[in-house]
């Protein structure tokens, strides 16, 4: 069999928005290719808690949040034919202190007005949705319509689907860098040789930039740390997403039964290890003891792994959802900033969109353009 | 948060050997070990090792094990017990559980000596109760005081079932066979020998295909195997157990090195996931060390000298040993472990089953490798498997190029003979006459020594054995001979008994036997039919 | 990371007469479920692990990881070492969150 | 059962004796033992059922590591009796899934 070198669009990066598109374009015949430089969803996309929430997003990108939410997630699972384990539970953002009250109030107003369903509600009705609180808890925002999902899972379904609808994806192949042919964009320069296709997609994370790079288009993005402790099994306690005001922690419980709450020792921004997906030894503790704050019965439950991960943050915590017009051919999809999980299904939309139609038509990405943090000129 | 010159992790054979080697040259180190105690798994071994003397050969490991805590303690080396290192974390920061409080620890260099664990064989029915590893046996017979079972099968005849296999005997169980997917025993012929000879059946390209059970295991189903080890339709057999024990090999516990963002590779030679190491020890990241089974699956031995070798490059380098201390002590680690990684069962030839000859020429036996124990014509092959005709004499059957020479050291007259390559068969010099003292008999690890007098007179002889079970016969107990497979074969009475604190608790029993039978008793069981 | 190229597989899944057993002890993971993922697509032990939590249980992996690599390396038709390894994480035994929390970076003892 | 004589270690060092309940049943054991030997020296196979096929367990590598032997002691779950010494009073429960039966049976009518 001859190796497969060409398609009619090659994806850059197996994550959650590689595989996702490569299914989306797949299911409408289109021949794709998807370059790897690790394991399939081995970034971001597995390493995430699964918040599939709208609350608390920027109203330039609840479109595809709320799109997601409304028309993909609840039939995700039977359109894989993989458990993605989605919980419509709601999210609870907890508060302590009469700050903490004013931040969430903030935060509720500004959804609201975008037409979000949020609310304040207070301590006692909080523990009422959810009776394993503290009663230090005072208030909180409410918002029903949130939910999360197993990220393992989702994006091995992508892939999975894709694969089976005739996607070749390519692992262990690191891109180096992308070349026009007669003003488009056209080959794919890896360690393993060139690859070459008509449309290209870049959704390779934090690595986007570098690549983008090469055809001299940049956005101001830079690796974040992040870290997430997993709890042995528990009985089953609560469907709800969870955060803090305060931004101790955050997360749920899983399908399975185990805590998935990651956190923050605030020293994240500047792990001196680059490369690594070591944890720090200062993070647990912390998230820990953010834990017993708002949940001091979850003291004894013992803590089986912790997970570290890098996600692209972009300087207005932002994606970058656009065709690059300056090298045609390219799309871009990166930049989510630590929260594109819960968009994911809708962002492959807008993706597959841009490839074949030259733009998003289902749903609003227009704030989201890759050429945003220009300078007039 | 403290710091350390040399933090070790684990107080097994590797780790402790490491911590007195480094606080001996005079540095500043710690032990942590998950455990209640110390030793690791050597507390588990209650038998003789080999080696020899510089390796503690004829010693048996729990006291190994005290022997290196007592030199420990006398040194002052700080072991932490009930200390669970945590995680390693970046500029070789560790954290410790102990008790209900994590404390943070840092070092210049940290030496990882979390020794193996038991690889295990699924099967239909292995999570069944009473399926279990023989580590398991082993913490249960040796450490806890409990048997693991009564009727118990034993699935791999490497060192490790075999051994085991000879402990659950000590413990009072009873051994339905001993089973493995390979054609050849797995472990040293002397293991399996010592084994056989009690009347265990050894079941040669046999695999478990089902333990039976619901609650509990109530039986096991065992099949031959073809030559891709895939059951053979129609040769299943039903054996009535209340235990399966596991042992089928060790995995070095790398999951600590690995979390150090150690560079690891999958080396079968060395057993599975090892940390890629220089030729001191040093792993991918700097100052991080790692020693032992950890490093790759040997004999307790080798983990000790391999600590200790480890070591002594942490102590040049932190500028406690001078470049010619180094060299002086790290030459002669390196000539011990030599020693140890020779012979048909070094780590080199491990997975290999095509030697033919021993290294002195002579064939290998077929019936010890298919079924535990050799046939008197293969025996009269080798050197020390010797007919006298006056007096008693030593009768060696050890007939594999294993690391051992403790009989050489024992014979006060030099009747033995091993010589300076410790692998070498041993032979006998019929020019020093034995005094029948009985010592090589008890010093032999693998058991393999008998005296034997031909001219006892009126038509008997007498054979001298080693036993290590209870209850020890006495002089004047009538019972029964059994030969090399455990097989009655002629009335035995017991006429000397011999104990000695030297000898550490194998008694040499001398039965008086038909001398037509002196070349084919070999053991002993109280009662039977006698004529 | 070795370079593998992934394409869906033509011939149908086979059942074999042991895919019932157990492999992943903890999270009750069958060598069927195992073998069905590899033919679904999975091709490192990560892969699997996420797919279906085998060697994500109270033991993490250490029972199982060496059996799911060799079942993988069989119906792949390829060495176990090219199959990626689990990432040994902290903390190296289950620890609870109190105890974690609690967290002293100075110690106190003597 | 016991080693009462073993013919290389003799007798074995025990604590003191000590009372637990194993689901209510009274006990004895040793103190400082594993709880899983006072067990095993009762007779008693099964530590747990599993959660998905609802399947026994007992101990299985008796050092800690694979934690199949967890029950729930002192109302805490997923305990590894291999390596948690044995104490005077003890509450040992089998697991059922993550839980106690009660609870289970509740959780799963």
């Known amino acids: 069999m001859v190796e497969k070198r060409t398609a009619d669009v090659i994806i850059i990066g197996g994550g959650i928005m590689g595989c996702a598109t490569a299914y989306r374009l797949a299911k409408q015949g289109v021949d794709v290719l998807v370059l790897e430089k690790k394991e399939i969803g081995n970034g971001g996309s597995c390493r995430n808690a699964g ?22 997630w609840p039939q995700l699972s039977d359109e894989l034919g993989v458990d993605v384990e989605y919980h419509q539970g709601g999210n609870l953002r907890l508060g302590l202190t009469e700050k903490d009250q004013q931040v969430l109030t903030t935060y509720v107003k500004k959804s609201t007005d975008v037409g979000l369903d949020v609310k304040m509600i207070s301590g006692d009705e909080a523990r009422e949705l959810c009776p394993y609180m503290s009663k230090a808890v005072v208030g909180a925002s409410w918002c029903p319509t949130d939910g999360h999902a197993n990220p393992l899972t989702t994006t091995l379904g992508f892939y999975r689907k894709a694969l089976e609808l005739g996607v070749t994806f390519v692992t262990g192949v690191t891109v180096l860098k992308l070349q026009k042919v007669r003003g488009m964009v056209r080959k794919v320069v890896t360690d393993d040789g060139i690859y070459e296709a008509e449309n290209v997609l870049l959704c390779a994370g934090y690595e986007s930039r570098r690549i983008a790079n090469t055809v001299g288009i940049d956005a101001p993005i830079e690796k974040q740390f992040n870290e997430v402790l997993v709890t042995e099994a528990q009985p089953k306690m609560f469907d709800i997403m969870i955060g803090v005001a305060g931004g101790e922690f955050y997360g749920h419980q899983s399908e399975h039964g185990s805590f998935v709450l990651g956190g923050n020792s605030g020293l994240q921004a500047f792990t001196s290890h680059n ?16 834990i017993i704050k708002y949940f001091p019965m979850l003291k004894d439950v013992k803590i089986v792994r912790t997970w570290s991960g890098f996600y692209d943050q972009c300087i207005d915590v932002l994606p970058l959802i656009d065709n690059v017009k300056e090298v045609p051919g390219l ?47 | 948060m403290r710091r350390h010159e040399l933090i070790v992790i684990g107080a097994g054979p590797a780790g402790l050997s490491a911590a007195i080697e480094a606080k001996k040259a005079g540095m500043d180190v710690v032990v942590f070990d998950e455990n209640e105690r110390p030793g690791g798994q050597l507390f588990k071994q209650i038998h003789k090792f080999f080696g020899s003397r510089e390796h503690h050969a004829k010693v048996r490991g729990f006291r190994i094990g005290q022997e290196l805590l007592q030199e420990a303690e006398s040194l002052g080396v700080d072991v932490k017990l009930n200390s669970v290192v945590m995680g390693i974390y970046e500029n070789k920061e560790v954290t410790v559980k102990k008790d209900n409080a994590v404390n943070h620890y840092k070092a210049d260099a940290i030496i990882i000596a979390t020794g193996a664990a038991e690889n295990m064989l699924p099967f239909k029915g292995w999570d069944i109760p009473g399926v279990i590893g023989a580590g398991a046996a082993q913490t249960m017979m040796n450490i806890q005081g409990v048997q693991p079972g009564s009727k118990v099968l034993m699935v791999g005849s490497g060192n490790v079932g075999l051994v085991v296999s000879f402990q659950l005997l000590q413990a009072g169980c009873e051994i339905v066979g001993i089973i493995d997917a390979a054609p050849r025993v797995g472990g040293y012929g002397v293991h399996a020998a010592k084994v056989a000879r009690t009347g265990v059946p050894f079941y040669l390209s046999h695999t478990i295909v089902e333990a039976k059970g619901t609650d509990c295991v109530t039986g096991a189903v065992i099949a031959q195997v073809d030559d891709r080890f895939q059951p053979i339709p129609g040769t299943e057999k039903e054996l009535s157990v209340d235990t399966i024990c596991v042992a089928v090999g060790l995995t070095p516990m790398a999951q600590l090195a690995s979390n150090a963002t150690c560079d690891i590779a999958l080396l079968p030679q060395k ?30 031995s080798s983990a000790m000298i391999q600590g200790r070798s480890v070591a002594t490059y942490v102590c040049l380098k932190a500028g406690y040993l001078s470049e010619e201390e180094f060299q002086e002590k790290y030459d002669r680690y390196q000539a011990a472990l030599g020693q140890l990684r020779q012979g048909m069962f070094s780590p080199e030839n491990k997975g290999r089953n095509d030697f033919t000859v021993t290294d002195e020429g002579y064939p290998v036996s077929s019936n010890l490798l298919a079924h535990g124990y050799m046939t008197e014509d293969e ?57 029948g003292c009985g010592m090589c008999v008890a010093s032999c690890s693998g058991q393999a020594i008998f005296l034997v007098d031909e001219t006892y007179g009126e038509g008997y002889a007498t054979v001298a054995f080693p036993y290590e079970f209870i ?50 008793a070999r053991f002993y069981k109280a009662g039977g039919q006698r004529g | 990371m070795i370079k593998v190229i992934r394409v869906a597989k033509i011939e149908p899944f086979i059942e074999k007469e042991d895919d019932g057993m157990i492999i992943c002890r903890c999270e009750e993971i069958t060598k069927g479920e195992i073998r069905r993922a590899v033919y679904e697509g999975m091709r490192t032990i990560n892969e699997v692990k996420r797919y279906l939590r085998a060697g994500m249980g109270l033991c993490q992996g ?43 970076t100075d110690v106190k003892e003597g | 059962m016991r080693i009462i004589q073993h013919p290389i270690l003799g007798e074995y060092e025990k604590g003191e004796k000590v009372h637990f309940t194993l689901d209510g049943e009274d006990m004895t054991g040793f103190e400082g033992e594993a709880i899983a030997a006072a067990l095993k020296a009762a007779g008693i196979m099964i530590h747990r059922y599993t959660v998905k096929e609802h399947k026994p367990r007992g101990l299985f590598c008796a050092i800690g590591r694979c934690t199949d032997c967890v029950m729930i002691v002192n109302g805490q779950s997923n305990v590894r009796t291999c390596i948690t010494p044995l104490e005077e009073g003890m509450i040992v429960q089998t697991q059922y899934g993550v839980e106690a039966q009660e609870v289970w049976e509740a959780n799963n009518k």
């Open chain 2, 471 to 520: 209850p020890v016969p006495q002089v004047g107990d009538q019972g029964t001979a059994l030969d090399r497979q455990g097989k009655p074969v002629c009335a035995a009475d017991i006429v000397e008994v011999k104990k000695s604190s030297v000898m550490d608790k194998t008694v040499v029993v001398t039965m008086k036997v038909p001398l037509a039978f002196v070349n084919s």
């Open chain 1, 51 to 72: 918040g599939v929430r709208q609350s608390a997003r920027d109203p330039k990108e609840l479109p595809l949040a709320m799109y997601a939410v409304a028309n993909i």
């Open chain 2, 271 to 300: 057993g599975g996931h090892v940390a890629l190491l220089s030729k001191c020890g040093e792993t991918s990241v700097e100052g991080i060390y790692c020693a032992g089974d950890v490093a790759g699956i040997e004999e307790a």
């Open chain 2, 379 to 435: 025996l009269d092959n080798f050197p020390a498997y010797t007919y006298k005709k006056a007096g008693v004499h030593p009768v060696i059957e050890c007939t594999q190029n294993i690391p051992c020479n403790p009989c050489q050291d024992s014979c006060k007259v030099g009747c033995i003979k091993v010589g300076e390559n410790i692998t070498m068969l041993p032979a006998i010099d019929e020019e020093k006459k034995c005094v």
């Open chain 3, 62 to 104: 250490q029972t199982c990881q060496r059996l799911v690599q060799n079942i993988m390396a069989q119906e792949l038709k390829t060495k176990p070492s090219e199959l990626g390894m689990i990432q040994g994480r902290a903390p190296a035994r289950p620890v609870e969150i109190d105890i974690f929390s609690n967290n002293i």
């Open chain 1, 275 to 290: 490369d690594n997906f070591v944890t720090n030894s200062l993070t647990t503790p912390c998230i820990s003891r953010g």
């Open chain 1, 331 to 377: 799309t871009v999809g990166f930049g989510f900033s630590g929260h594109g999980f819960g968009i994911a299904p809708a962002v492959s939309i807008a993706l597959s969109e841009l490839i074949l139609k030259g733009k998003s038509t289902t749903i609003d990405i227009s704030q989201l353009t890759y050429d945003r943090f220009k300078t007039k000129s």
